[in-house]
């Protein structure tokens, strides 16, 4: 399964939660995505680790999820 597939398959699984629970705001995998880094460096977890975690090359990157 390529990784365009499995995102695919993320958004479809997400979007089907949500119609069930009648949530109407959009969400993403990219909004998942978003949300954890931002919650995650909020609450003291350290940089180099969510750089890790998300795969980014380059730390200024990850750095921009500090302003959420």
């Given at each position: 399964?390529?990784?365009?597939?499995?995102?695919?398959?993320?958004?479809?699984?997400?979007?089907?939660?949500?119609?069930?629970?009648?949530?109407?705001?959009?969400?993403?995998?990219h909004?998942?995505?978003?949300s954890?880094?931002?919650?995650?460096?909020?609450?003291?977890?350290?940089?180099?680790?969510?750089?890790?975690?998300?795969?980014?090359?380059?730390i200024?990157?990850?750095?921009?999820?500090?302003?959420?």
């Amino acid at each position: 399964i390529t990784s365009e597939n499995k995102t695919y398959k993320l958004a479809y699984g997400l979007n089907k939660i949500l119609k069930n629970k009648n949530i109407t705001k959009k969400v993403t995998p990219h909004t998942l995505r978003h949300s954890f880094a931002a919650h995650a460096l909020r609450n003291g977890k350290n940089v180099k680790d969510v750089q890790q975690t998300l795969g980014h090359a380059d730390i200024s990157t990850t750095n921009e999820y500090m302003d959420y």
